[in-house]
Each structure stands twice: as C-alpha cells, then as structure tokens.
C-alpha cells in the first residue's frame, strides 16, 4: 500500500459572519443522472403525508444555524467555509463533506457548530462515503482514506489514480473493510464494480468484482463482514437499466444476480436490511420518482412514493440514505429534501424542506438532515428529521 499522505488537520473555523438567508422557502416540491453518487430558527415539524414541510410563506427566511439542537432550516455552512460542497455523510458523531473549490474535506461538530478542516489541501475531491468512524473519498489524484477522529497526520492513499480516472468513478461505499466503487466508460459495455481493502489498499490493482457493465452507477453495501453489495446499471436506456447484487464474499468475476431489469435510468441507489431503494429521472428532467424491491432475485419494482399531487412532482430525486425505516432524498428539480418509510409511503412523501436551490446531496445524523445547497456558489444546510 501506498503510504503517501495529504496535508490534514487546521484549526477549528468558528462561524462569526453575519447570518445568511436561505432562499424564502415557497410552498412547491424534484436523480442526478450523473450526481455524486447525508437549533436552528425558522420552521416548524414536518406534515406528514401528503407534505406540509417546514416551508411556506411565513417561514421567514433562516439563517445561521445554532450550535446543536434541530430546529432547522438553517445553513450550517454558508459559501466561504462550505467550500464548494459535492458530497457529504455523517461520520461517527460528525458530518463530513467534499469542497471542490477549496480542495478539503472539512467536518462539521453538531453539539458545538465547529466546522474544521479534516484534509486541507488536494485536487479536485469529489465523491464521499463512510462506515463508523471511517471516511473514504475520491480525488483526481487517487482514492483515499482518513479517521473522521484524527486526520492530523495526514490521509492515506489507498489507490492512485491517472488522469481523468476520478472522473469515470461514479458512485463509491464502504462497509469499513472494503471500499467499493463503479467505473463507467463512454462506450457503455465495459464499467466496472471494483473493490480495494481498507486496512493496505490495493497498490495499483484492485478487485474487480463485476466486469462489462452497462454504465453503472450507485452502489451500496451491507455493514459488517457479511451481506450484499448492491449497484444500479444505468445502461443505455430504459431496456438496460437494472439492479444488480452480489454476495460480498463472492470470488472476483462471479455472476451478479438481477433484483430488478427493464427500469427507467435507475442512478443513486440505498441499501435496507431487506429491501433495495433507487432513484431514477429521465434526461429531460420531465419525470423521476424513487422504486424499491425487496432484496430478492427478479423482484416486481414498486413506487416507493406515489406521485400524488401533481404541482409538486418528483422529477430529479438524487442522493438517497436509508437511516432505520426511513429513506431520505434531495429532489433537485423540485429544491426539496423528502422522507419516505422503506416500506412505502402511504400519500406523498413527507416534505422536510423546500425552497432550496438544486439539492444535490443529503446525510442523516442524529436528529437531524444535511444537505448540500448549490444556493450562492453551494452551501449546507440543515434541517429537522
């Protein structure tokens, strides 16, 4: 394994500008196909079924979050100290994220409101993934992991990457033994799903798992030693589309069972203990919705939200995490964040907060949700569960 390191650890960046407003949040409720892929004041408790949310007209505007609590809406970390934010997980007791701008990974304290660097210096850092107190993510240098606790001494490189090879990653998990990940290629018929330990890394040669892919993108993957990994082959249209599952013991090149075929631009993708949830969206962003399938071979996919009320349509739901009986997503046409039971909503899903600006990724920590808002270069924001 490569024992190369990445500049990490800088003091605490306390809050001390004024409070940055959130967009007004109006009444409204919308996969990114080619996404990164969880007291404030304001705002009350969520509706429910059939989605009041925490928006409207008299929601005001919020600003600053408070240092603990989960009132929310409210914005975490505004432009400047978020960084250009891509993609964010709940770590431990923290919350973590990418910022491209600024090329960290910084790390957010909810019972104090710290927001601190954890690595504060590397190229272009995208996707994001974590398992405990694990945080692993890819960089245009290679894939890389660090201690959510303590990264002082530096980020350790699991895998390095070429040119352009960061941009073929197009979603990554970790059980916190493996790392997993899908790589595609412009010419549809040989992405990969790829594996490489935690603990040495792969040197330059890590595990393929599942070769000859049809633009595959979400992955999933069980904690523990034992259970499935799961991933969303996008393919080149609705007759490609599938959800595919191996056993996370099986031998490298072993066949993939199909959980669902035939779908519609299935992308992001969330693990349950006994169900598999994706989202999809059609290019033209015209429609989407999030499915579900028991985690069986050749399952009926099923709605997991009806689209109930048709002037708040899902139409780009992205980033989807599973956190107990609840599934969490961002819809990003539509600038909301929605809750869901794994089970099936019995109305349309419950709005936590809308009136955001393209949502491109959620994380659930304690009480509360985080978010990534592209609102004023990018921004995360939090609201009550």
Request: hydrophobic fraction near 40%; glycine fraction near 16%.
């Amino acid at each position: 394994m490569s024992g190369a390191s990445v500049s990490g650890g800088s003091r605490i960046a306390r809050r001390t500008g004024a409070a940055l407003a959130l967009l007004a949040l109006l009444h409204g409720c919308y996969i990114d196909l080619d996404g990164l892929t969880g007291g404030g004041v304001g705002g009350g408790g969520g509706q429910g079924a059939g989605g009041g949310g925490l928006a409207g007209p008299d929601a005001g505007e919020p600003g600053r979050c408070a240092p603990a609590g989960c009132d929310g809406p409210c914005v975490v970390a505004a432009a400047e100290e978020a960084g250009g934010p891509v993609a964010i997980a709940a770590a431990g007791p923290y919350v973590v994220w990418t910022s491209r701008s600024s090329g960290r990974l910084r790390r957010l304290d909810p019972a104090t409101g710290a927001v601190e660097d954890l690595v504060s210096s590397m190229p272009s850092p995208g996707l994001l993934a974590a398992s405990g107190e694990l945080v692993v993510w890819v960089a245009a240098n290679g894939l890389w992991r660090c201690a959510v606790d303590d990264c002082a001494a530096g980020a350790t490189s699991l895998l390095a990457f070429g040119a352009g090879e960061a941009e073929a990653v197009r979603g990554l998990a970790t059980d916190g033994r493996h790392v997993y990940w899908t790589r595609d290629e412009p010419s549809g018929t040989a992405g990969e799903l790829l594996r490489c330990p935690v603990a040495e890394g792969c040197g330059a040669a890590p595990e393929l798992l599942a070769p000859s892919q049809s633009h595959p993108r979400g992955v999933a993957v069980a904690p523990g030693d034992a259970g499935s990994v799961v991933w969303a082959q996008r393919g080149t249209g609705a007759d490609f589309g599938r959800v595919l599952r191996l056993d996370k013991g099986a031998p490298s090149g072993a066949v993939a069972a199909q959980i669902a075929v035939l779908l519609d631009y299935p992308d992001r993708i969330a693990l349950g203990d006994a169900a598999v949830l994706w989202t999809w969206a059609h290019p033209d962003g015209a429609s989407g919705g999030v499915s579900r399938c028991d985690l069986a071979e050749s399952c009926a996919a099923a709605e997991l939200a009806p689209q109930a009320e048709p002037s708040r349509p899902l139409r780009e739901p992205a980033a989807l995490v599973i956190d107990g009986a609840d599934a969490y997503w961002a819809d990003r046409g539509g600038g909301t964040i929605m809750r869901c039971p794994t089970a099936g909503c019995p109305g349309y899903p419950e709005v936590l907060a809308e009136g955001l600006t393209r949502p491109a990724a959620v994380a659930v920590q304690g009480a509360c949700v985080y978010a990534i808002d592209e609102a004023g270069g990018g921004r995360v924001v939090r609201v009550a569960r």
